[in-house]
């Protein structure tokens, strides 16, 4: 019975786990500090991969290292499980999403515990389930009370493929970040979630966050955030009762404007044109139909190829009232700024490209010659002995192309001309603040979020539309509205929620009068629902409320979050919001919802990521059967460092599995009694093993769990070589040293952890066992002795760290006594260092 036998001890602690549920979270009364430690939800779409394997593994070890620092952890897992992926696959197979969706999670549920992540399972959530997405329900309307939930009809990103709305966020790259199909536009009307309103908070709390989570990240989200600060100025339109105001990071630049480009998709271009011929009317019509085939990516390239039309429109510059061209161009964004823009072709790229196309002028008002003239001194002379100015390239962008975007003197530019950039924005802005033309401004890449969907399998928007087309929340009490049995309804994406053909469901009585009225048809996004999750957690099954304040006060925020780069923008960003909504509302006492993230890599295989049509998909319950699921999680902790890509190909889960055998045989070989002496023993196998106690802790919480896994491995020869040799099994050291391999491997390889200390004596959990401290008698570092030669003779001798540094030791060896005195003053010509034991010193005269 002495083989290591992954399975049958996978099958003998699963049960005692089932039974003892030593992961369950402590319950009020209890002591300890707490940490709050989540991995991020799966979607229940097929089996758990290899890619839920790492994360899973990684974030484990964090759990099982802080309940083994003596705190009482929550470790909650669900299921994020409405959603598309349901929803299609239910479509294609003829049955209902609820079906394909509970299998799934129950196949899941039994893939986890297999794996031993030490889950709470008695907090498990499913979003689908009523009794969550009752309160996605309740959230929406806190949130439509106090205006952040709104209703607008805007241009929005439309999957053809999906025939649903995206968000801004769910486009990546011009492209459905769920299937892949180009994202086209469709002006529809939507609802949204008024994140722009947190936008400055956005932003201004990342700062709080930088050096606790990955810098990559905290960059992404300012950049998507994007404020700029500028300022709104004013132009009076010839023909138009209403002034036009731009958006510009450069007022300073006013002077220099010479026409205005409005986006030929806005309200205004259609606006401005209905005053205009026929001739541009048709120019104009058949421009938008172009534009409107347009990806957003291509309109906001550069590079690209400048159109537009002229629109026969004036606006008049309220600095120097100028007359200025109106043009429409498709490079302006109808939904960034005000959606239309003073042109300063000198200064901007994109306005002098469109300029040089259309022959529109271009003026110069920032000299920038007059920084570079600064900046260069003067050194030469001519034989008149004047100085010779450097010759200066010419700097008229109509000429190189080039526009002049750097530093310099204000020029043509009236009362600004002599002041730099900052003055003059200063003055500018001041100036059309007193005239009242202008104001300064701050702008946003972010959009409002847009959460209505036309899709079945997610949370019904809680709104009820009356027959005059006023709307009326569902009554708190009323709620949830669930979803009605997807029987009869045609599930097929046809761009109108399938909900509005469930007669039944849909036709309600107004809440108000009882007069007929209509359920919204729409479904929440769902990341609606992973945006409040983890508040869940702490009482997922009470149904008066969605989370419990108080218990929110004590285990809120998460300490620590652990789970894939892909939501560094999307789900992260959203659950800010949501808090510092919830925080707003007086329901959390913090503002930000995750105080540390970690980002695994990825598996991959031969270099690339897995996927189907490369056919290098790595199945996890193979790799589970055949090497166990010890082998897996440990090959996981020790291929390199959490964030870096795992390549399938390079690792070893076969040696994994060897090593694992060979640390589960030292418990075999442990002959002594669990009450030994402790403190006695073998003292060199007790400095390896007071080490490892002393560095891995510092090395789990700085993620080092590969430097982790290599200790332990240096700790495991050790403690063979101490039992093969002298002193033997039944040394109270080899006991010590064991035991700590298996409160090491605990964090890695649960199961033959739990087998070792089974072995060695313990009642089991070891999982539950406390850490044990270094003794720091055992730590201080041993000496060795150095000697010092002198023209092939030992003059002196030091005691030194065996760790020393050659260019120390060297230092310290020519200062000795007795090298000082046997060079006696003459040239030292070589020194050959062998730290630490030799430094040999050679003289010459
Ligand atoms: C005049 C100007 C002169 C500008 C100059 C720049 C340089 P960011 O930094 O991205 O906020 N802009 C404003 N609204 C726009 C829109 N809807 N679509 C496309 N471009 C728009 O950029 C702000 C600058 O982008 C604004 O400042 C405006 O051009 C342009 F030497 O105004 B600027």
Redesign the pocket.
Same mark, same amino acid.
């Given at each position: 019975h002495d083989d290591y036998d992954f399975a049958s001890m996978q099958e003998k602690w699963q049960a005692s786990w089932d039974e003892l549920k030593p992961f369950s979270t402590a319950t009020a009364d209890d002591t300890r500090p707490r940490k709050y430690v989540l991995d991020m939800f799966p979607y229940p779409s097929g089996d758990l991969h290899m890619g839920h394997a790492e994360a899973y593994a990684l974030g484990d070890v964090i759990a099982r290292y802080w309940r083994q620092q003596g705190f009482n952890v929550l470790h909650p897992i669900g299921w994020d499980s409405f959603g598309l992926p349901a929803e299609n696959a239910a479509i294609k197979r003829g049955i209902d999403p609820r079906a394909w969706t509970y299998e799934n999670i129950e196949q899941q549920k039994r893939s986890m515990k297999l794996y031993a992540a030490s889950f709470d399972w008695d907090r498990v959530l499913h979003t689908s389930d009523p009794e969550y997405y009752k309160w996605n329900q309740w959230l929406f309307l806190k949130m439509y009370e106090k205006g952040l939930a709104y209703r607008k009809a805007s241009w929005v990103n439309w999957c053809p493929n999906d025939q649903t709305v995206l968000a801004n966020e769910q486009v990546v790259d011009g492209v459905c970040e769920r299937c892949g199909a180009t994202a086209e536009k469709k002006k529809l009307t939507q609802w949204y979630f008024k994140i722009t309103d947190y936008a400055d908070r956005l932003l201004d709390d990342l700062n709080q966050l930088e050096g606790s989570w990955p810098s990559k990240v905290i960059a992404m989200q300012r950049n998507w955030i994007g404020r700029?600060i &500028?300022a709104e100025v004013d132009f009076e339109v010839e023909g138009r009762e209403e002034k036009v105001a731009v958006?510009?990071?450069?007022p300073d630049?006013l002077y220099g404007a010479t026409f205005m480009v409005v986006?030929p998709d806005s309200d205004l271009a259609a606006e401005l044109v209905a005053g205009s011929s026929d001739a541009v009317k048709q120019e104009f019509a058949s421009y938008l139909t172009a534009v409107q085939k347009t990806s957003e990516i291509d309109r906001q390239d550069a590079a690209r190829e400048k159109t537009g039309v002229f629109l026969d429109r004036f606006a008049v510059n309220p600095v120097n009232g100028e007359r200025l061209p109106i043009w429409a161009a498709d490079?302006?964004?109808s939904d960034?700024?005000t &959606?239309a823009?003073?042109a300063?072709p000198a200064?901007?790229q994109r306005d002098l490209d469109f300029a040089l196309k259309f022959g529109l002028p271009v003026r110069v008002v920032v000299d920038t010659n007059a920084a570079v003239t600064g900046a260069i001194p003067v050194i030469e002379t001519d034989e008149n002995g004047d100085p010779v100015l450097p010759e200066l390239p010419s700097l008229d962008p109509a000429v190189t192309g080039e526009a002049l975007g750097g530093e310099g003197r204000m020029m043509n530019s009236g009362p600004l001309d002599g002041l730099s950039k900052a003055n003059a924005i200063k003055r500018v802005t001041a100036q059309l603040e007193e005239a009242g033309t202008g104001r300064s401004a701050r702008?946003y890449r972010l959009r409002d979020w847009l959460i209505s969907r036309q899709r079945y399998w997610g949370t019904p928007i809680p709104i009820i539309h009356a027959e005059d087309g006023s709307m009326v929340p569902v009554p708190e009490d009323q709620l949830p509205v669930t979803l009605p049995p997807s029987e009869g309804l045609d599930l097929k994406p046809k761009g109108s929620s399938p909900l509005g053909a469930a007669e039944d469901w849909v036709n309600v009585p107004n809440p108000v009068d009882g007069s007929p009225a209509r359920r919204d048809p729409d479904t929440m996004d769902t990341f609606v629902d992973s945006s409040w999750y983890f508040l869940r957690f702490l009482n997922p099954h009470d149904d008066t409320q969605a989370f419990d304040p108080k218990e929110a006060e004590k285990w809120a925020p998460v300490d620590q979050y652990v789970g894939g780069v892909t939501h560094a923008i999307l789900h992260l960003l959203y659950a800010r919001f949501i808090t510092k909504v919830l925080y707003d509302l007086g329901y959390v006492s913090f503002t930000e919802p995750f105080s540390a993230l970690l980002n695994q890599g990825m598996v991959l295989m031969d270099g690339s990521a897995m996927s189907k049509s490369k056919g290098n998909i790595v199945q996890l319950s193979e790799q589970l059967a055949l090497h166990g699921v010890d082998a897996v999680r440990l090959t996981m902790a020790f291929a390199g460092p959490p964030e870096d890509d795992i390549d399938w190909a390079d690792v070893s889960p076969h040696a994994s599995a060897k090593f694992l055998a060979r640390a589960w045989r030292l418990a075999s070989d442990v002959t002594s009694a669990p009450d030994v002496l402790w403190k006695t023993g073998d003292v060199g196998l007790r400095r390896v093993t007071h080490r490892f106690l002393a560095d891995a802790p510092k090395l789990i919480e700085s993620f080092k769990f590969n430097v982790v896994v290599a200790r332990l491995m240096e700790l495991v020869n050790a403690t063979r070589k101490a039992i093969d040799g002298a002193p033997g099994g039944s040394d109270a050291a080899v006991r010590e040293a064991t035991e700590t391999v298996a409160l090491g491997l605990s964090l890695f390889a649960p199961y033959t952890a739990e087998d070792m200390w089974e072995r060695l004596g313990h009642p089991a959990p070891v999982a539950l066992a406390g850490w044990r401290k270094a003794d720091p008698v055992l730590l201080v570092e041993q000496s060795v002795t150095a000697v010092v030669q002198v023209d092939g003779k030992v003059r002196d001798k030091l005691e030194v760290s065996p760790t020393i540094d050659p260019a120390e030791l060297e230092r310290l060896a020519l200062a000795t006594a007795g090298a000082i005195r046997s060079i006696a003053g003459r040239e030292v010509v070589n020194v050959i260092v062998r730290a630490p034991k030799i430094v040999s010193i050679s003289t010459r005269g």
């Open positions: 700029s &500028g958006f510009t990071t450069r630049t986006a490079y302006v964004l960034y700024g &959606g823009i003073m300063v200064h901007d702008n």
